[in-house]
């Protein structure tokens, strides 16, 4: 079984720019989170997606978008970036999203530097 | 909206020592309530998971949890440190409302002391 992938695992951007990052689900699931976690900090939900629509957004700005494919597989993407931005950004997915006891299976994340 | 607060940003235990790591929630409504793990470089890994069945709650690599409503916690415990417990702990709660959209505490970094 293939866990939660995520890519790239490092990324340097400057302000003003914008960057995608790439999310694979676990097999079998149909729901992807998203999460930013700044240094030294707790992760902060950002949006989730299920069946391709989204399901819940967190407090983040419109600049911060989403999309789910047919596949379950999963972008963040972020324009105008900001050096607060800069940060580990993790990907989750799970079985359902409505089920608030079902677990959340976490990648390893993308580490964004904003310069 | 809830939240989850965890006390001491940063925990020293000697190897062989108790682990006890602290959980506070608030929300309005009965939360589910989760401890994840944190090693350097990686993703966030389940230990365990309070769903109300029952209060006690055993997870992985020894440590368990106990949910106690009128103290709004959800401590976590482990009898005796290994120096491969050294990671960065996080809380977590999500409710009926929402899902499970996790709110997460600003996590508990353990050093293992030989």
Redesign the interface.
Known sequence: ETG?TQSPTHLIKTRGQQVTLRCSSQSGHN?V?W?QQAL??????IF?YYREEE??R?NFPPRFSGLQFPNYSSELNVNALELDDSALY?C?S?L??????????????TRLTVL | AQS?T?LG?HVSVSEGALVLLRCNYSSSVPP?L?W?VQYP??????LL?Y?SAATLVKGINGFEAEFKKSETSFHLTKPSAHMSDAAEY?C?V???T??????????TRVLVKP
Not at chain 1, 40 to 45: A, I, K, L
């Open positions: 939660v729901t989170s999460y030294g900090q707790g992760p902060q939900f989730q399901n819940g967190g993790l989750a799970s359902g999203g409505e089920n608030p006891t079902d677990t959340q299976y976490f990648g390893p994340g | 989850v965890q940003s589910y989760f994840y470089n990686q993703g966030l890994q389940l998971k769903t996080f977590a999500s409710v009926g929402a899902g499970n959209k996790l709110t997460f505490g600003g996590g």
